[in-house]
């Protein structure tokens, strides 16, 4: 479900619908220091997961808003519509590259196929390197061993990160906290963890809960992704609720997989006012957020209730 779309249909049949706020002026989004990194990210970035939901000029066209309106940290993955969605920042990115903080992953597990794919991913954004290459949507326990055994995707990360193609390196996944764990277990050297955080996971499989303190332990840059479950989240709390209650976890930046300009100038309002929400309005939205909580609300991840709820395809983050 796209949030645009779902707040236009809750919307239909009012007389009279509020008019839109004025477009948000360029700066003042908040920004934090990336973990031990030490590099300054805004505290939302601009992902490229959903970019296959609408056409390449509109992709573009959110691109160019989101680096008008001072956003510096861009997400994106070599399998983002096929490599497509890195080519949309190849076609507008290039001229702010040293004032950005630019992102990828990699999906393959060995040390081969991962190098071949930062090789593409690199001549599709139009860089020498990437800020920070990730290993992407690690989900069962066998894919960590195939990614620290001989030959794997580690190496190439390493290799990477030595040869500047990379400045750093981290993981991501969605599907399930305790693989997270596992990769947390199996190396001291990440810079970043990437996962989801919105204000139902408590109530399910929870990152929040199982991963969260054990990256503000090793001092990781904390990227959230998810922030409004797919817009299930809308069903129960505004978007404003939403994003606010992922800001004001311990992270440092969170992943916005925008499709309009309507989407990504809300987003950026709602981060500029942004203040820290106190542990009593925090309990209160997880709360109203558990009514839904669950593997049918969070369809990717793990399903520990029953294998026979319906599922809907994963998209992005």
Sequence with gaps: MQRRVFVGGALAGLAAAPARPAPPKPGDIPTRVFGKTGAKVTVIGQAGGRFPLINREEARAIVRRAV??????????????????????????????????????????SRQGAEAELHASLRRLKTDYVDLWQIHAVGEKEEVAKIFGPGGAIEAFEAAKKAGKCRFLGFTGHKDPYVHLEMLKAYDHYDTILMPLHAADPAYLSFEKLVLPEAVKRGLGIQGMKNFANAKLLSTLIARECLTYVLSLPIHCTAIGCTTLGQLEDDVRIAQQFRPLGATEMASLRDRAARIKGPFTEDWKRNVESAALPRTEYVGG
């Design 68 to 109: 008008e309106l001072g956003i510096t940290y861009f997400d994106n993955a070599a399998g983002y519509w096929d490599g497509r969605s890195e080519e949309v920042y190849g076609d507008v990115l290039p001229p702010f590259r040293k004032s950005l903080f630019i992102t990828t992953k990699s999906t393959e597990r």
